[in-house]
């Protein structure tokens, strides 16, 4: 079997180069319109205490050596998210940031270990408004690629027409038969066991050892997701409380968080929150979490407990991390992440 070429091989880079030029072209259309709006960009530093504490977040550890040789753990940023927020109780109201993070673990045709994240902030919001942003950000980016259509796999999207509005509640009733509420309490504990029973019920396979999380991913992954974003974006919003770490409490329901999800041809675009500004809550949270991610995984990341002072000053706010390769992906009908990448890390032997 004759080995692929590299992506810097000549003819490798000519069949690339278009996508690339409308990749930058969307950059500018994207930072315009934040610049419009009043928003600042800013540059979030890539090494940081903690990398995020999320149970299935993975990151890139390496070591600071300090002029006395002292050594100390550091992480590449998962996401720039708790820069920006230590930014936002610094006193600034609306900002963006587009650059790199990076996630271990994570390699596919919509994965990448080294990928491009735009995240903004808007102090004094609603998530409502996010939804909003959602929807004008996709309709720019089609007119910048000058396409009336998003597609990935055959599934096709009308970037201009305006995003549906599904809860997860919704979703799992309608597209799995499952009533998910019913298994969480109003004070966020769930019951595992009752889940497992429905989802035998809906011919969803299941393992003992299974946690509501886990079976709740399998729900997503299984019967809701490939169904999102077909024909039009979908927003998938109000997540149980225990799906939404980051995430303040619905008003309407203690069971469910101001946290909604962007889906176009079933991809999964953008993850968005009301902020959570307790950090009482949120360390509380953050240690579940860990606690989580060592149970899985056997490891588990430092709390930035900087972050969590921050957090007691931050204002309230809404922000939303979105993938930006994936968008120009779908704006460009690419088959797989690298082909929209610049120079993507090189696959090593396994």
């Known amino acids: 079997m004759t080995a692929a070429s590299p992506w810097w091989a000549p003819h490798v880079h000519a069949d690339r180069r278009p996508r690339l030029l409308l990749r930058n072209r969307i950059a500018a259309s994207l930072r315009g319109w ?129 995003p549906e509005r599904v809860s997860v509640a919704e979703a799992f009733a309608r597209y799995a038969g499952i009533d998910l509420l019913a298994t969480v309490a109003p004070d966020g504990s769930t019951d595992g066991a009752a889940l497992a029973a429905a989802l035998g019920r809906a011919g969803i396979r299941t393992a003992p050892d299974d946690t509501w999380a886990d079976l709740v991913s399998r729900v997503m992954v299984e019967r809701v997701e490939p169904m999102l974003g077909r024909g039009r974006a979908t927003i998938l919003c109000e997540y149980p409380i225990p799906e939404a770490a980051l995430a303040r409490p619905s008003p309407g329901d203690p069971r469910v968080a101001e946290r909604f999800e962007l889906y176009c041809c079933g991809v999964e675009l953008a993850n968005a929150f009301g902020e959570l500004t307790d950090p009482a809550e949120q360390r509380r949270r953050f240690a579940a979490e860990m606690d989580e991610k060592e149970r899985i995984y056997g490891e588990r990341y430092p709390l930035d407990e900087d972050f969590l002072a921050a957090l007691g000053r931050m204002p309230e706010a809404s922000g939303i991390a979105l993938g930006f390769d994936r968008l120009v992906m779908l704006a460009t009908g690419a088959r797989r992440i690298e082909e929209v990448i610049w120079t993507p890390v090189a696959e090593g032997p396994r």
């Not at 919001?125 to 720019?140: G, H, K, Q, V």
Request: net charge negative; with cysteine.
């Open 34 to 162: 934040f610049s419009a709006r009043d928003f600042v960009e800013v540059e979030a530093a890539a090494l940081q205490i903690s990398p995020g504490n999320e149970a299935h977040l993975s990151a890139f550890g390496t070591r600071e050596i300090g002029p006395d040789g002292a050594e100390r753990p550091l992480y590449l940023h998962t996401s720039p998210e708790f820069a920006c927020k230590k930014l936002l109780a610094a006193g600034e109201r609306r900002l963006f940031s587009l650059g790199p993070v990076y996630r271990n673990r994570e390699r596919g045709p919509l994965h990448h270990p080294e990928f491009t994240m735009l995240e903004w902030y808007r102090a004094g919001e609603t998530y409502d408004s996010l939804m909003r942003d959602c929807a004008a950000l996709l309709s720019l980016a089609a007119e910048t690629a000058g396409t009336r259509t998003f597609t990935w796999r055959g599934v096709e999207a009308d970037p201009f027409a305006e």
